[in-house]
């Protein structure tokens, strides 16, 4: 009888829940593309990472996709979609990397063990920029047009964590302390978000 009650603490306390958050920009807009996550004091079961790498594309001279996150620890594959080469680098803090002059797919994939914001770039395409969010949880994903995400996650006490590309320090983040329960969350950014200026890419580029 106490082992059967043990066990259906157990399964109260992590009883998942999807959680929906929505995120808001200073003027109380729901904001896009804001990567969120949630992190927690107590030790959170750990999802196993996926048997395929991640994958962050060169595509159409663009970095697809644009903004991608990332448990710590997860391998991201670098593949090549254009008829032409890119040199793939990073000089962020948290991963520093070259993928030089290359086609198609580079030998090995990139692993990223510290958690922070990861800028891409290219030497050869100075318009190409593009992220890896690199986050200690298993409980992450990206807003929709709506400023809205859902996560699986347990019951309780965490800490949530906001990101966005239009922060003035891209290297920073926002956080709260927050309770996941059947109620929806929302969320407001204390910083402004600047909106990203898109470069032209050049079509006559044959590299």
């Known amino acids: 009888m106490k082992l059967v009650l043990v066990i259906a603490l157990i399964f109260m306390v992590f009883k998942s829940h ?36 991640f994958m ?3 595509q159409e001279r663009q970095f697809t996709p644009h903004v991608l996150v990332v448990p710590k620890n997860a391998q991201v594959e ?12 990073s000089f962020s803090k948290s991963k520093s990397f070259e993928l030089k002059l290359y086609r198609e797919q580079p030998q090995a994939p990139i692993t990223f063990e510290q958690t922070g914001v990861v800028e891409l770039g290219c030497n050869i395409h100075d318009w190409m920029l593009g992220y890896i969010v690199v986050v200690d949880s298993p ?51 204390k910083q402004k978000v600047i909106p990203r200026v898109a470069i032209g890419v050049d079509e006559f580029d044959d590299y």
Not at 34 to 51: G, K
Not at 78 to 89: G, L
């Open 139 to 189: 409980f992450y994903a990206i807003t929709d047009e709506q400023g809205r995400l859902s996560l699986n996650s347990p019951q309780g006490e965490y800490t949530l964590n906001v990101w966005h590309e239009g922060f003035s320090d891209i290297s920073s983040t926002e956080s709260q302390a927050v309770t996941v329960s059947n109620k929806n969350l929302r969320y407001q950014l």
């Open 78 to 89: 670098f593949p090549n979609a254009d008829s032409i080469m890119h040199h793939v680098y």
């Open 56 to 58: 962050m594309k060169q």
């Open 18 to 53: 999807a959680a929906t958050i929505t995120i808001y920009d200073q003027n109380q807009q729901p904001l896009p593309n804001a990567v969120v996550w949630l992190t927690s004091s107590v030790t959170m079961l750990d999802n196993e990472l996926p048997n395929a790498p």
